[in-house]
């Protein structure tokens, strides 16, 4: 989730980070800000870049403040991938060039990557498919598209799965039939269903006989010879 908008800033050893480690969180946040981001004058990152001094919660809600984040109460990983955004959105704002890759000068080693990594997962169309998919599975939306990406998988992974789906079978569905026994309601539930079933294909060959008569009687040749009117 991160890796790859660390490569894309030059973030140094962006596969080592972790976010659970506090030391590690202060200094990127310390990096971001004095690479990428530059919300202050270099005299006033002071308290930002003193991340052993126990006023840095302090003044990093001042600093996610002043950038007007959406969220400074939300997790580590949710306020480090909206920085990650902004400073990507920064650069690029910047150096434009520096984002468009020549294929020719591609390692070989990329035309092996997943092709969803060539996504422009900060497009407004993109979030627009993530708020719609959102929309369809009734799943409420994060600030973030991204985090609403999460809760989406994580509910298809639940939901949707092999044993999610076997499980669901007639237990869910109600025909009518208010039976206190649960194998009996199941067993009378199946066999309405076949029923059904079989109406409509009894109703699916009736119409079809039905065409072939019409078809029959639509324009009948007349024989005089037999008295006789049809075939």
């Known amino acids: 989730m991160f890796k ?43 308290l930002l870049r003193n991340t052993t001094a126990t006023q840095w919660n302090q003044a990093f809600e001042q600093y996610m403040s002043d950038l007007d984040c959406p969220f400074p109460k939300g997790t580590r990983p949710e306020i480090l991938d909206w920085l990650l955004g902004l400073a990507v959105q920064l650069e690029y704002n910047e150096k434009p060039e520096s984002y468009t890759a020549n294929p020719k000068t591609l390692e070989p080693i990329h035309q092996k990557l997943n092709p969803l990594d060539n996504l422009d997962f900060e497009s407004e169309d993109f979030k627009a498919g993530v708020n719609d998919l959102a929309n369809i599975l009734q799943v409420p939306k994060h600030p973030d598209h991204l985090m609403t990406l999460e809760g989406i998988c994580n509910l298809i992974q639940e939901k949707f799965c092999k044993d999610a789906l076997k499980a669901s079978s007639f237990d869910n569905i109600s025909f009518g039939l208010d039976l206190k ?6 067993a009378a539930n199946l066999l309405r269903y076949l029923f059904i079933h079989d109406l409509r294909e009894l109703q699916t060959r009736i119409n079809e006989c039905l065409v072939c008569v019409q078809a029959l009687t639509a324009n009948p040749k007349t024989d005089t010879k037999l008295g006789k009117v049809g075939y």
Do not use: M
């Open 4 to 46: 790859r908008k660390l490569q894309a800033l030059g973030f140094p050893n962006p596969e080592t980070l972790n976010t659970a480690d506090e030391i590690q969180f202060r200094s990127t946040i310390v990096w971001l800000e004095d690479q990428k981001i530059r919300r202050y004058k270099i005299e006033d990152r002071e």
């Open 181 to 186: 026994s649960p194998n009996v309601s199941n």
